[in-house]
């Protein structure tokens, strides 16, 4: 199977910069596309960055010129780098992959647990 492990969450004051990682590990053959998603309380998850195998980029527009998305193909590993933090940005931030597994296996879309991030005013 695939497991997605997120790292780097936590409380920051507005204004200030967190960086989040997510390492993929298991029987992966390749990984397509990854991304960063996030769900604040009462709100449906949203899309936040993702990144193709080639590294191509898309971000929503409340985080573009704040938020970067960066993967390192041989870690198997996306990062999300965010500066300028605001309140608004509170959220439980979550990883996905696009996975073809290795000894034939198939593909799929994994997500990480989540990691947790808030930013207090």
């Known amino acids: 199977q695939v497991q997605l492990v997120e790292s780097g969450g936590g409380l920051v004051q507005a204004g200030g910069s967190l960086r989040l990682s997510c390492a993929a590990s298991?029987?992966?053959?390749?990984?397509?596309?990854m991304g960063w998603y996030r769900q604040a309380p009462g709100k449906q998850r949203e899309l936040v960055a993702r990144?193709?195998?080639?590294?191509?980029?898309n971000l929503r527009d409340s985080v573009k010129g704040r938020f970067t998305i960066s993967r390192d193909n041989a870690k198997n590993t996306v990062y999300l780098q965010m500066d300028s933090l605001t309140p608004e940005d509170t959220a439980v931030y979550y990883c996905?992959?696009?996975?073809?597994?290795?000894?034939?296996?198939?593909?799929?879309?994994?997500w990480g647990q989540g990691t947790q991030v808030t930013v207090s005013s």
């Open positions: 996905n992959a696009g996975v073809l597994g290795s000894y034939g296996g198939t593909w799929g879309i994994y």
């Open positions: 298991g029987r992966i053959f390749s990984i397509d596309t």
């Open positions: 990144i193709t195998s080639g590294g191509s980029t």
